[in-house]
Nanobody
């Protein structure tokens, strides 16, 4: 059975940092591109960062470039998102995603599919 379990969310002050993790099991993690999405209250889902199977290429939303870093450890079947210089606009539920139909041709703009593997999400709240 496939599981994607996010952790590391919480309440942080503006300017602070958090590191999200996504532990994967039940599928060959190293063969899947991986993506972090977020969804803020009343807003649509946004691709935050994506990474290729080997971790050699990463893509970021303009809103997080220079502040967030996506990485993966294929030996540990784990995806990470290091977030720094957080602002209230980063407040959202963060989800990890594994596209089931193979690495998307346009990974940086992949919108996600209901048939993909999804985690349950972890809440990040940035507030003073």
């Amino acid at each position: 059975q496939v599981h994607l379990v996010e952790s590391g969310g919480g309440l942080v002050q503006p300017g602070g940092s958090l590191r999200l993790s996504c532990a994967a099991s039940g599928f060959p993690f190293s063969m899947y591109a991986m993506i972090w999405y977020r969804q803020a209250p009343g807003k649509g889902r946004e691709l935050v960062a994506a990474i290729t199977t080997t971790g050699s290429i990463a893509h970021y939303a303009d809103s997080v470039k220079g502040r967030f870093t996506i990485s993966r450890d294929n030996a540990k079947n784990t995806l990470y998102l290091q977030m720094t210089s957080l602002t209230p606009e980063d407040t959202a539920v963060y989800y990890c995603n594994a596209p089931r139909s193979g690495p998307p041709p346009d990974l940086a703009h992949y919108s996600g599919s209901p048939t993909d593997y999804w985690g349950q999400g972890t809440q990040v709240t940035v507030s003073s």
